[in-house]
């Protein structure tokens, strides 16, 4: 069983920063690309982020400039650095891999359980 284990959301003021980590466990035999999403209250879940097996990065219009996706020197761990912070950018943030596991021939995808980030004065 593969479980996605995210860290590192808070409470943080205007145009402050906050990092996000989130670390995979399990029979994990390759992880391919790695995502980051969030969820506002009321609203429909939002890709926010992606890094691939060749450390290529997009990102949402939203985001663009202030957020960073990056792969730790640990293959199973991803970081979110999160710059100049907004109060939209208000939301459950969730981390999200495409994951082989050992004796399985393709990937599937996982979910972390979600970490929430308030940007509030």
């Known amino acids: 069983q593969v479980q996605l284990v995210e860290s590192g959301g808070g409470l943080v003021q205007p145009g402050g920063s906050l990092r996000l980590s989130c670390a995979a466990s399990g029979s994990i035999n390759n992880i391919n690309t790695w995502g980051w999403y969030r969820q506002a209250p009321g609203k429909e879940r939002e890709w926010v982020a992606v890094?691939?097996?060749?450390?290529?990065?997009n990102y949402a219009d939203s985001v663009k400039g202030r957020f960073t996706i990056s792969r730790g020197n640990a293959r199973n761990t991803v970081y979110l650095q999160m710059n100049s912070l907004q109060p939209e950018d208000t939301a459950v943030y969730y981390c999200?891999?495409?994951?082989?596991?050992?004796?399985?021939?393709?990937?599937?995808?996982?979910w972390g359980q979600g970490t929430q980030v308030t940007v509030s004065s």
């Open positions: 999200n891999a495409d994951v082989r596991t050992w004796g399985a021939s393709v990937y599937r995808n996982y």
């Open positions: 890094i691939t097996t060749t450390s290529s990065t």
